[in-house]
């Protein structure tokens, strides 16, 4: 009795904090449905000829998303490609087969869930929709755990800001065959997608009293009673808008930190957050500016903290990761060892 009080309880403050939300009517995309289903093979390997079309019969951005839901999860196949082949005598590893770019997904017509999120991500913003994918947890175990193991999507449709599971879409569909089950994980609101989907960082919760890892492995039923009663004192917009204004590298360095706060022990998607911030910096052309060379210092303090941290675990991902990260660490090397003395003397 207690629990059906709170949940009653919940559905009056969905109902009241997301005025502006509206249930989808699924009935109403038969239309759009049908026209993406007829999308010619010809346009199929061409992201901008294939959104296009995806497009041009939609009358509202709702219609738009649906169009660019309904043709990834119809067309692109779930598939992880992940093996690690090290040979010290050859010196030759093979890492990941998978892909997350747009190009290389709509190339392999396969991807695992941060492929369908990120692919899902490019078509929404190519049609100027606020999208972002978003990398999180999804068991709950009973403990803390060590990684984010999911990608999803949150959009903001008209000021109302929705979930997405493009994967769970594809999945339900292989396995069910069942064309509506896919719909559950179509614009969902957030305080019914934390029951099941954990972001990274609280801000992508998209609630003013944002959940910690340790309610949200304690079940449906604490999380509810967390939404119902606890003040709502955490402004997500606030924290979107300022870390929008970052540059695309303090973006990830402002992640790995929010990541190191909320579960010290996940080390694997900080050190992650920290190789993109490596990838980022070595990313230029031309001779090595005092800029460039403090930062080029301070990849070199990131790139060895992901090493060790990539180091504690002896799975596949983390090892690929590790040797990657090698890599990058041989190549910061050469590139402060290039530098002009007179760079090097400020150091």
Not at 297 to 315: M, Y
Request: proline share 3%.
């Amino acid at each position: 009795m207690y629990r059906k009080i709170q949940f009653i309880f919940l559905l009056v403050f969905i109902t009241t904090c997301n005025l502006r939300a509206q249930d989808p009517n699924f009935s109403e995309y038969r239309k759009i449905d049908r026209y993406t289903k007829s999308a010619p093979d010809s346009i199929s390997n061409n992201l901008i000829f294939l959104h296009k079309y995806l497009v041009s019969t939609a009358e509202t951005d709702e219609e738009k998303i649906r169009a660019f839901y309904i043709w990834i999860i119809k067309n692109i196949k779930y598939e992880d490609q992940i093996e690690l082949k090290y040979d010290p005598d050859l010196l030759f590893y093979m890492g990941s087969n998978n892909c997350s770019s747009p190009v290389c997904v709509l190339g392999k017509k396969k991807a695992v869930c941060e492929g369908f999120s990120k692919i899902f991500e490019f078509f929404c913003q190519q049609s100027g929709i606020e999208s972002y994918s978003i990398g999180g947890y999804i068991s709950k175990n009973g403990i803390l755990q060590d990684r984010a193991t999911h990608s999803w999507n949150l959009v903001n449709i008209n000021g109302s800001w929705r979930f997405f599971d493009l994967s769970w879409a594809y999945a339900t569909l292989h396995y069910t065959g069942i064309k509506s089950s896919t719909n559950e994980f179509f614009m969902v609101e957030p305080e019914e997608f934390i029951l099941t989907h954990l972001p990274l960082i609280p801000m992508w919760q998209i609630l003013k009293s944002p959940i910690t890892m340790q309610t949200f492995n304690q079940g449906d039923s604490k999380i509810i009673d967390h939404l119902a009663t606890t003040p709502q004192n955490y402004s997500f917009a606030d924290s979107i808008a300022a870390f929008n204004l970052l540059p695309h590298y303090k973006k990830r360095l402002k992640t790995a930190d929010e990541i190191f706060k909320t579960n010290p022990s996940n080390k694997f998607n900080r050190a992650v957050e920290y190789f993109r911030f490596v990838q980022i910096t070595v990313n230029f052309n031309g001779e090595i500016t005092p800029l460039k060379y403090y930062k080029l210092i301070r990849a070199q303090e990131k790139i060895k903290i992901a090493i060790e941290l990539f180091q504690t675990s002896d799975d596949v991902s983390s090892k690929i990761m590790y040797l990657h990260s090698m890599d990058y660490l041989e190549l910061i090397n050469r590139l402060i060892d290039s530098a002009s003395s007179d760079i090097i003397y400020l150091k």
